[in-house]
């Protein structure tokens, strides 16, 4: 297996050994300015060779097949069994799961929220995508609702025996929302409101990595079973440019990837 580049993030979190995860950054990539250098993306108008040798340099890096999702910003969970047809469109879902060795759970972001999952058995693992929309779902199901039920069905784990992972994303000095968004949280979870701090007339600071930790809380779990983003400015998307993507800064940007697999 060839190493990771050096700036890539490996999670700190009590996985399996046979887990393996990983967080690209902007190093390690071919692409041209303005989607320099690691872009993952193919939607963002990067050339399409770049993408696919940077595609290429991941699944080198992971000695496993990364699938990737087309994301819309819903709840919907895929359950991979094969690695996806590079000629077919890429299926429509914002989370996936496997137990099948090889194949790595693949979420592609550049603000938005990444979410990683395993069990203490290392019998599955799952990837989320977390923007504030999948997030809060409709009706209290989000994302991370659909996921933590498809992996407990594909697993047999109960939630005690889960673990979770949060990656880089907009931090909470950076996300500004306007009131339907906090009212979208607030409504299904009143101690939501404590995650958004007033900004103007309208307008609020939104810590999106402790919405997800509320949410999970909410799922049950517990605490020491959330590991990554604690909402401080390291992890923050906005604020470290020459690490990281980020749409809310540059509007054209790249994509990086939050990949889980079992080796």
């Not at 490996?10 to 996985?15: L, T």
């Not at 799952?126 to 989000?142: I, V």
Request: hydrophobic share 50%.
């Amino acid at each position: 297996m060839k190493a990771f580049h050096p700036d890539w993030l490996q999670p700190d979190w009590p996985a399996p050994a046979r887990v393996r995860a990983v967080f690209t950054t902007r190093a390690g990539g071919v692409s041209a300015a303005p989607f320099d250098a690691m872009n993952l993306g193919d939607h963002v108008s990067d050339m399409p060779e770049a993408v696919r040798a940077n595609r290429a340099v991941l699944r080198e890096a992971l000695a496993a097949e990364p699938v990737f999702l087309q994301q819309v910003h819903g709840p919907q969970v895929a359950v991979l069994e094969q690695a996806s047809n590079p000629q077919a469109p890429a299926t429509v879902a914002d989370a996936c799961v496997t137990t099948r060795r090889g194949l790595a759970c693949t979420i592609m972001v550049a603000d938005c929220l990444p979410v990683l999952f395993t069990n203490r058995q290392g019998s599955a693992v799952a990837a989320a995508h977390a923007g504030w929309r999948g997030l809060a779902g409709e009706g209290g199901r989000g994302v991370l609702e659909a996921v933590v039920a498809s992996f407990a069905a594909q697993s047999g784990s109960a939630v005690s025996e889960m673990m979770a992972w949060l990656g880089p994303c907009i931090g909470p000095d950076a996300f500004e929302v306007g009131d339907e968004v906090r009212e979208a949280f607030v409504a299904q979870q009143p101690e939501a409101a404590a995650l958004f701090r007033p900004h103007a007339a309208g307008k609020w600071m939104a810590d999106l990595p402790g919405l997800a930790r509320l949410r999970l809380r909410a799922l049950g779990f517990a605490d020491v079973h959330i590991h990554g983003n604690n909402s401080s400015a390291v992890w923050c998307t906005v604020g470290s440019p020459s690490r990281f993507f980020s749409y809310r800064r540059e509007r054209v940007t790249g994509r990086m990837a939050a990949c889980v697999w079992l080796a």
